[in-house]
């Protein structure tokens, strides 16, 4: 049975669906608050995948996601080394994005912050449907294995968040491309790039959406796949008739790489 | 030793802070100023300046866009010209405080920051510094924050000014004994908020004891007695007189409780059997599917959010979801509504009032912190704008809560120990209750800033978890929440049958200096009282660990009948639960409704209908209200099906769909209903039509009318003015007789007055408005509808016959002729009913793609916001719609006639449709066009508008479009 550990703290609010949306996958799912794992570190190590949910963990005081990442650091850096060595897989959703980045989990698990995600660029939380392009050419391979199956080249999830512009020095971004890291970009309904609000409602550089660690194995997003489990999920649901609920996909694609 | 760490956004970057300040003094007319803004931390503690360095660097700042520098002192350096920092109050809650602390604890592995706080440097350019210390005021709020002077900071060596002095015990005695009557007035009313009557009556209590009562003692006779706690206005008898403006008498009628015998009655006699627990608790509960129930209460909090907007709504909605919470053995809150009443924006600003843009944003900002906080979706709600706003806005917050069938009644019995749990006591919100029974005047500021408050969303939240866990353990078998009135309500009503004691030392304060009164009537956010058995005390600390909740046991259930409260050994209030419950005196009142001449005049017919149908788009009440909904979170928990926001173009929706458990198939259809307008035509009638409106919009979303429960929430001016109260008394009989005929029940209400405010002198009231929100159960997804047009082709159908009947409607506003005309649409309930079912149970055959209901700006403005949601358009006739009176093209397309539809239906259903829908008024007033826009033919068959998609659009979204 694959197990998924969905970790969460005061603040988490997304922990429920996201739950939902492993065990619709066929994983066992459990959720820890970060006080039990704190306590039980070993504990990591019975578990396939570990999901850091969205919410405002710590009411996003200081800045979003920054205290569970230190707490995360500060507390966990040696157990979430040994979970990645040892075959595991970890997905960040918003928050949990958030908290991926600034623990320096993502992109590199050196547990040094070298990407940011600041405050939107119209200054507002924002709860909104966007476009997302998949290049797989441009897409590690392990990635495209884990989380991509069955996929099309573009997809539409919900974003809803305050803090998600992506950010990053040029030469990281160059560095980020050339590992092939960039998963989802921000796009139009055709799959099209582009830059000009609400296409990338928060400013993102080089509308960057998502993003994996090197081996393709962490990923990290700012949509939230979790609220796209059922057709109706959608807002033209009643229009389209076949639609494949594309988060759904994403957490089927986690749970079936461990069956494969 | 006390640290200053300033964080700043460095050079390069966007700073969204210093942006939404320059459109602060843009606004104001400064659009050259430039801004600097710093935020900065206080923090206090053994801490090395190393460690505090690295405090700062790890904890406190985004290496990657700010930058900082640490101070070892309170202000570091002196402000400049132009420049100023703000911190909170003292005594004033600083939500971030917590996270800090915590956050430098994990860091350093101790506790070594024992005292933490907030606040912002602003730095403003290109602006004289005459002309910043006039404009200065904008930028912060004096009720919760101020302005440091340096001379006195500079100088601090400590933050323990800000964590108040030490408190001496004294008991306190009030000699109400031998006072004189007017005396006796004077003490109710200053700070008590009672009268003569109710002065006398607790004189009489204390002269029978012999003895004269604490402080405490009287204010919990005032917080328990407060128009906001017992609704002794519309409890009272009232003497009520029609009379027509002649001021001939037309009707006179006496009144024994109008509450009883209006909303609590329909719901009596209605008997519906979904209803599980109605008025008596601190939400409505009725039956959702085999193992849940569903509770849903809506509250206001006009006042505070007249005063500080932030805090006013924040606070709200914090207090609603702990209703919810407080429901029976607690219910897990799974939406939220809001509904907002204000100035329009472009009022100009008057003197000791908040321009309405800083209020609106103000209290958009605060819905949106709490609940996107809290994690719960807010899903629906409305938002109306009458200059008699001004200086009262209304500020409505929904919240709804899934409960097991099992857990929806409290028990209580002697020797359970009373719990308090969640955030700590401080000065915050006290006299809330007392407050909010007070008209607003020009001064309100100055008295009320200890009845303001800033919640703190993650407290609760936290709160939530640990509620939910204890309550699925069965460790309690009573909750409730600390609102209005604090532990004084709270611990007061839930031990009400039996009696309690209660240690007032023991409960958790955030800081010294408390008296014993102020702790037990102090409104302080984020606390619950609990009730349990003393044996599961472990298990319940257990959870309350993990969770990372306060808690402290603060007394016990006895069986003496007495309130009775003790400070360090010492009793300071003993009083008999009788007296406290049921001493009040019935209140006697005159109302008086004078019914309006009945006024038509001509109305000049329009010559351009485009220009109309833009204007209608882009009105205040109208337009787009994306500004708003995008800030809440409306999709978190994953169960809303249909959103405010629905189609591939993201148009308005009638009524949210929520699912909210996900292994079931049953759904939830949340609507609301409000029109103060009307009420300036007759408040009767104004209550049948937003009555109406609310259900209609449950039937637009494939809701069911026969599974249906509605909330009244009433505002209103002040209950000493007898034509206030006559307004009350007509919306009443109103509630009474329209939700008979619909044969839907209330299941929970609240009414609040003195909503008025004086400018110069000058009384100016708001109009009556009754909120109606209603909730629906839907056996599963297959009723539900969308307003969004689905395929070229299919038909567009109106459901119902169109009257001429202008009075308040937005066309009538829109284009200045308000006053022409003020008889209100007519509603036939009876009719409607019926209409509303045929709705129904077309849609569970799948007969109708899209529905929308008409109403404001008539059937033009539900064609075109059907338009909006997609990329199809509409060809219209006005020749085919059933119409009563003189059948002009205008009123034909903009009254406001209630109880009607447009439908879209598919040409394979045409026959089906229309026979459900024989012996109903309908007609088939044109088709869904591939070619966007909206194209209505008149009434001599030629094209009097013709919009295309993308002016529909502009005009629709263009209001608000640069908030």
Same mark, same amino acid.
């Given at each position: 049975?694959?197990?998924?550990?969905?970790?969460?703290?005061?603040?988490?609010?997304?922990?429920?669906?996201?739950?939902?949306?492993?065990?619709?996958?066929?994983?066992?799912?459990?959720?820890?608050?970060?006080?039990?794992?704190?306590?039980?570190?070993?504990?990591?190590?019975?578990?396939?995948?570990?999901?850091?949910?969205?919410?405002?963990?710590y009411?996003d005081d200081i800045s979003a996601g920054k205290i569970l990442a230190n707490?995360?650091k500060?507390?966990? /850096?040696?157990?979430? =080394?040994?979970?990645? @060595?040892?075959? &595991?897989?970890?997905?960040? !959703?918003?928050n949990?994005f958030q908290v991926l980045v600034k623990a320096g989990?993502l992109?590199?698990?050196?547990?040094r912050q070298k990407i940011s995600l600041l405050a939107n660029?119209?200054?507002?939380?924002?709860?909104?449907?966007?476009?997302?392009?998949?290049?797989?050419?441009?897409?590690?391979?392990?990635?495209?294995?884990?989380?991509?199956?069955?996929?099309?080249?573009?997809?539409?999830?919900?974003?809803?968040h305050a803090e998600g512009r992506f950010y990053a020095e040029?030469?990281q971004?160059?560095?980020?491309?050339?590992?092939?890291?960039?998963?989802?970009?921000?796009?139009?309904?055709?799959? /099209?790039?582009?830059? =000009?609000?609400?296409? @990338?409602?928060n &400013?993102?550089m080089?509308? !960057?959406?998502?993003?994996?660690?090197?081996?393709?194995?962490?990923?990290?997003?700012?949509?939230?796949?979790?609220?796209?489990?059922?057709?109706?999920?959608?807002?033209?649901?009643?229009?389209?008739?076949?639609?494949?609920?594309?988060?759904?996909?994403?957490?089927?694609?986690?749970?079936?790489?461990?069956?494969? | 030793?006390?640290?200053?760490v300033e964080i700043f956004i460095q050079p390069g970057h966007i700073d969204p802070q210093?942006?939404?300040?320059?459109?602060?003094?843009?606004?104001?007319?400064?659009?050259?100023?430039?801004?600097?803004f710093r935020r900065?931390y206080?923090?206090?503690?053994?801490?090395?300046?190393?460690?505090?360095?690295s405090i700062a660097k790890q904890v406190l700042v985004d290496p990657f866009n700010e930058g900082f520098k640490?101070?070892?002192?309170?202000?570091?350096?002196?402000?400049?010209?132009?420049?100023?920092?703000?911190?909170?109050?003292?005594?004033?809650?600083?939500?971030v405080?917590?996270?800090v602390?915590?956050a430098?604890?994990?860091?350093?592995?101790?506790?070594?920051?024992?005292?933490?706080?907030?606040?912002?440097?602003?730095?403003?350019?290109?602006?004289?510094?005459?002309?910043?210390?006039?404009?200065?005021?904008?930028?912060?709020?004096?009720?919760?924050?101020?302005?440091?002077?340096?001379?006195?900071?500079?100088?601090?060596?400590?933050?323990?000014?800000?964590?108040?002095?030490?408190?001496?015990?004294?008991?306190?005695?009030?000699?109400?004994?031998?006072?004189?009557?007017?005396?006796?007035?004077?003490?109710?009313?200053?700070?008590?908020?009672?009268?003569?009557?109710?002065?006398?009556?607790?004189?009489?209590?204390?002269?029978?004891?012999?003895?004269?009562?604490?402080?405490?003692?009287?204010?919990?006779?005032?917080?328990?007695?407060?128009?906001?706690?017992?609704?002794?206005?519309?409890?009272?008898?009232?003497?009520?007189?029609?009379?027509?403006?002649?001021?001939?008498?037309?009707?006179?009628?006496?009144?024994?409780?109008?509450?009883?015998?209006?909303?609590?009655?329909?719901?009596?006699?209605?008997?519906?059997?979904?209803?599980?627990?109605?008025?008596?608790?601190?939400?409505?509960?009725?039956?959702?599917?085999?193992?849940?129930?569903?509770?849903?209460?809506?509250?206001?909090?006009?006042?505070?959010?007249?005063?500080?907007?932030?805090?006013?709504?924040?606070?709200?909605?914090?207090?609603?979801?702990?209703?919810?919470?407080?429901?029976?053995?607690?219910?897990?809150?799974?939406?939220?509504?809001?509904?907002?009443?204000?100035?329009?924006?472009?009022?100009?600003?008057?003197?000791?009032?908040?321009?309405?843009?800083?209020?609106?944003?103000?209290?958009?900002?605060?819905?949106?912190?709490?609940?996107?906080?809290?994690?719960?979706?807010?899903?629906?709600?409305?938002?109306?704008?009458?200059?008699?706003?001004?200086?009262?806005?209304?500020?409505?917050?929904?919240?709804?809560?899934?409960?097991?069938?099992?857990?929806?009644?409290?028990?209580?019995?002697?020797?359970?120990?009373?719990?308090?749990?969640?955030?700590?006591?401080?000065?915050?919100?006290?006299?809330?209750?007392?407050?909010?029974?007070?008209?607003?005047?020009?001064?309100?500021?100055?008295?009320?800033?200890?009845?303001?408050?800033?919640?703190?969303?993650?407290?609760?939240?936290?709160?939530?978890?640990?509620?939910?866990?204890?309550?699925?353990?069965?460790?309690?078998?009573?909750?409730?929440?600390?609102?209005?009135?604090?532990?004084?309500?709270?611990?007061?009503?839930?031990?009400?049958?039996?009696?309690?004691?209660?240690?007032?030392?023991?409960?958790?304060?955030?800081?010294?200096?408390?008296?014993?009164?102020?702790?037990?009537?102090?409104?302080?956010?984020?606390?619950?009282?609990?009730?349990?058995?003393?044996?599961?005390?472990?298990?319940?600390?257990?959870?309350?660990?993990?969770?990372?909740?306060?808690?402290?046991?603060?007394?016990?259930?006895?069986?003496?009948?007495?309130?009775?409260?003790?400070?360090?050994?010492?009793?300071?209030?003993?009083?008999?639960?009788?007296?406290?419950?049921?001493?009040?005196?019935?209140?006697?009142?005159?109302?008086?409704?004078?019914?309006?001449?009945?006024?038509?005049?001509?109305?000049?017919?329009?010559?351009?209908?485009?220009?109309?149908?833009?204007?209608?788009?882009?009105?205040?009440?109208?337009?787009?209200?994306?500004?708003?909904?995008?800030?809440?979170?409306?999709?978190?928990?994953?169960?809303?099906?249909?959103?405010?926001?629905?189609?591939?173009?993201?148009?308005?929706?009638?009524?949210?769909?929520?699912?909210?458990?996900?292994?079931?198939?049953?759904?939830?259809?949340?609507?609301?209903?409000?029109?103060?307008?009307?009420?300036?035509?007759?408040?009767?009638?104004?209550?049948?039509?937003?009555?109406?409106?609310?259900?209609?919009?449950?039937?637009?979303?494939?809701?069911?009318?026969?599974?249906?429960?509605?909330?009244?929430?009433?505002?209103?001016?002040?209950?000493?003015?007898?034509?206030?109260?006559?307004?009350?008394?007509?919306?009443?009989?109103?509630?009474?007789?329209?939700?008979?005929?619909?044969?839907?029940?209330?299941?929970?209400?609240?009414?609040?007055?003195?909503?008025?405010?004086?400018?110069?002198?000058?009384?100016?009231?708001?109009?009556?408005?009754?909120?109606?929100?209603?909730?629906?159960?839907?056996?599963?997804?297959?009723?539900?509808?969308?307003?969004?047009?689905?395929?070229?082709?299919?038909?567009?159908?109106?459901?119902?016959?169109?009257?001429?009947?202008?009075?308040?409607?937005?066309?009538?506003?829109?284009?200045?002729?308000?006053?022409?005309?003020?008889?209100?649409?007519?509603?036939?309930?009876?009719?409607?009913?019926?209409?509303?079912?045929?709705?129904?149970?077309?849609?569970?055959?799948?007969?109708?793609?899209?529905?929308?209901?008409?109403?404001?700006?008539?059937?033009?403005?539900?064609?075109?916001?059907?338009?909006?949601?997609?990329?199809?358009?509409?060809?219209?006739?006005?020749?085919?719609?059933?119409?009563?009176?003189?059948?002009?093209?205008?009123?034909?397309?903009?009254?406001?006639?209630?109880?009607?539809?447009?439908?879209?239906?598919?040409?394979?259903?045409?026959?089906?449709?229309?026979?459900?829908?024989?012996?109903?008024?309908?007609?088939?007033?044109?088709?869904?066009?591939?070619?966007?826009?909206?194209?209505?033919?008149?009434?001599?068959?030629?094209?009097?508008?013709?919009?295309?998609?993308?002016?529909?659009?502009?005009?629709?979204?263009?209001?608000?479009?640069?908030?």
């Open positions: 049975m694959v197990k998924t550990l969905i970790l969460r703290t005061a603040g988490t609010n997304c922990d429920l669906e996201t739950k939902l949306a492993f065990e619709i996958a066929g994983a066992k799912s459990y959720l820890w608050h970060i006080n039990r794992v704190k306590q039980n570190p070993a504990g990591l190590k019975e578990f396939n995948i570990l999901c850091f949910p969205g919410g405002f963990t009411g707490q995360i500060f507390w966990l /850096k040696n157990e979430i =080394s040994a979970f990645l @060595n040892k075959g &595991g897989i970890i997905l960040g !959703i918003c949990g989990i992109p590199d698990c050196g547990f660029t119209s200054g507002k939380f924002e709860d909104r449907w966007v476009y997302l392009e998949i290049n797989r050419d441009k897409i590690n391979k392990t990635a495209c294995n884990i989380w991509l199956k069955g996929l099309p080249e573009t997809i539409c999830l919900p974003i809803a040029k030469e971004i160059k560095q980020l491309q050339e590992n092939r890291q960039i998963i989802f970009r921000y796009s139009d309904k055709t799959g /099209k790039v582009k830059e =000009s609000y609400p296409f @990338n409602p &400013g993102s080089y509308n !960057i959406a998502g993003i994996t660690d090197l081996t393709g194995r962490v990923l990290g997003l700012m949509p939230h796949p979790e609220r796209y489990l059922f057709k109706e999920h959608i807002p033209f649901w009643q229009k389209e008739r076949n639609i494949i609920p594309f988060g759904r996909k994403i957490f089927e694609n986690a749970v079936n790489y461990f069956k494969q | 030793m006390l640290i200053r210093a942006e939404s300040i320059k459109k602060i003094f843009a606004s104001l007319g400064y659009k050259q100023a430039g801004v600097e900065i206080f923090l206090e503690g053994s801490i090395s300046k190393q460690e505090a360095e640490v101070f070892y002192s309170f202000l570091g350096r002196k402000p400049g010209p132009c420049e100023i920092e703000i911190v909170y109050n003292p005594g004033v809650t600083d939500p405080s917590q996270s602390k915590s430098a604890a994990d860091m350093l592995g101790r506790n070594a920051v024992s005292f933490a706080r907030t606040g912002r440097r602003i730095k403003v350019s290109g602006i004289k510094e005459k002309e910043f210390s006039d404009i200065e005021k904008f930028l912060f709020n004096p009720l919760i924050e101020h302005k440091v002077s340096y001379s006195k900071y500079s100088r601090l060596k400590t933050l323990d000014e800000f964590s108040g002095k030490n408190y001496e015990f004294k008991l306190i005695k009030v000699n109400l004994l031998d006072a004189e009557d007017a005396d006796l007035e004077r003490i109710g009313k200053e700070g008590l908020s009672l009268n003569l009557a109710e002065m006398k009556t607790i004189r009489e209590y204390f002269r029978k004891l012999g003895r004269s009562p604490t402080d405490c003692e009287l204010e919990t006779l005032a917080q328990t007695w407060s128009e906001h706690c017992v609704h002794k206005t519309f409890r009272g008898n009232l003497h009520y007189r029609e009379k027509d403006s002649r001021g001939n008498l037309l009707k006179e009628e006496k009144i024994t409780n109008l509450l009883k015998n209006t909303i609590a009655k329909v719901t009596n006699e209605l008997n519906s059997d979904y209803c599980v627990s109605v008025f008596e608790d601190n939400s409505g509960i009725i039956k959702f599917n085999s193992q849940y129930n569903v509770c849903f209460k809506v509250e206001t909090h006009n006042h505070p959010s007249a005063l500080e907007p932030f805090g006013g709504a924040s606070t709200g909605i914090g207090g609603v979801i702990r209703d919810i919470l407080g429901t029976g053995k607690g219910a897990y809150p799974i939406a939220s509504t809001d509904i907002f009443c204000f100035a329009q924006p472009n009022t100009p600003a008057v003197e000791g009032v908040l321009a309405p843009a800083r209020i609106i944003k103000g209290v958009v900002e605060g819905v949106k912190d709490y609940g996107n906080k809290m994690g719960i979706p807010t899903v629906n709600g409305a938002v109306l704008f009458d200059q008699r706003f001004l200086g009262n806005p209304l500020v409505f917050c929904g919240n709804i809560g899934l409960i097991p069938k099992d857990k929806c009644f409290k028990e209580i019995s002697p020797g359970q120990v009373i719990i308090v749990a969640g955030g700590k006591t401080g000065k915050d919100g006290i006299h809330g209750a007392t407050f909010s029974s007070a008209e607003l005047h020009t001064k309100s500021t100055e008295v009320s800033s200890s009845a303001v408050q800033i919640g703190s969303p993650i407290e609760e939240k936290k709160l939530a978890s640990a509620i939910i866990k204890a309550r699925d353990k069965n460790l309690y078998s009573a909750i409730t929440d600390c609102g209005a009135g604090g532990l004084s309500s709270a611990a007061g009503e839930i031990s009400q049958k039996w009696g309690c004691k209660v240690d007032l030392e023991k409960v958790p304060l955030k800081y010294q200096g408390l008296s014993y009164t102020e702790i037990w009537i102090s409104e302080s956010q984020e606390r619950m009282v609990i009730v349990a058995d003393k044996k599961n005390l472990p298990a319940l600390d257990k959870i309350f660990q993990e969770e990372e909740v306060n808690y402290a046991v603060i007394g016990e259930i006895t069986d003496t009948k007495k309130l009775e409260l003790f400070y360090q050994g010492e009793n300071v209030c003993s009083l008999d639960m009788n007296f406290l419950y049921n001493g009040l005196p019935k209140i006697e009142k005159k109302a008086v409704w004078v019914k309006p001449e009945i006024i038509k005049r001509q109305i000049p017919a329009p010559s351009d209908y485009n220009l109309i149908i833009k204007k209608l788009l882009s009105s205040y009440n109208i337009c787009s209200k994306e500004w708003i909904i995008r800030q809440y979170d409306h999709e978190v928990q994953a169960g809303t099906f249909i959103k405010p926001l629905m189609g591939e173009n993201f148009g308005p929706a009638d009524a949210a769909v929520i699912k909210p458990v996900f292994s079931k198939k049953e759904l939830l259809a949340i609507s609301c209903g409000i029109n103060p307008f009307y009420s300036d035509c007759d408040p009767y009638f104004m209550a049948g039509l937003v009555i109406d409106e609310a259900l209609r919009n449950i039937t637009a979303a494939g809701g069911n009318i026969n599974h249906t429960a509605m909330l009244d929430n009433f505002c209103l001016g002040s209950a000493e003015d007898e034509k206030v109260l006559g307004d009350l008394v007509r919306t009443a009989k109103g509630c009474y007789d329209f939700a008979r005929a619909y044969k839907v029940p209330f299941i929970s209400g609240k009414d609040s007055f003195y909503n008025e405010f004086k400018i110069s002198g000058e009384r100016i009231v708001i109009p009556a408005t009754l909120l109606i929100s209603a909730l629906s159960v839907l056996p599963d997804k297959e009723s539900c509808m969308s307003c969004v047009f689905k395929k070229e082709k299919n038909l567009l159908y109106v459901l119902g016959r169109t009257g001429e009947e202008m009075g308040g409607s937005e066309y009538l506003r829109i284009s200045g002729n308000i006053n022409a005309d003020n008889r209100l649409p007519q509603v036939f309930p009876e009719r409607a009913r019926r209409l509303y079912e045929k709705v129904y149970s077309s849609a569970r055959q799948k007969i109708i793609e899209s529905c929308h209901d008409c109403s404001d700006g008539g059937l033009a403005v539900a064609l075109a916001e059907m338009c909006l949601g997609s990329n199809l358009g509409a060809d219209i006739f006005t020749a085919e719609i059933p119409f009563s009176g003189e059948k002009r093209d205008d009123y034909v397309l903009f009254s406001e006639t209630p109880s009607r539809f447009v439908a879209e239906v598919s040409l394979e259903n045409r026959e089906k449709f229309e026979q459900e829908f024989a012996g109903f008024d309908y007609g088939i007033i044109g088709c869904v066009s591939e070619k966007p826009g909206l194209r209505i033919y008149g009434l001599n068959s030629k094209i009097i508008a013709d919009l295309s998609g993308e002016e529909l659009d502009f005009y629709w979204r263009k209001t608000f479009s640069n908030w």
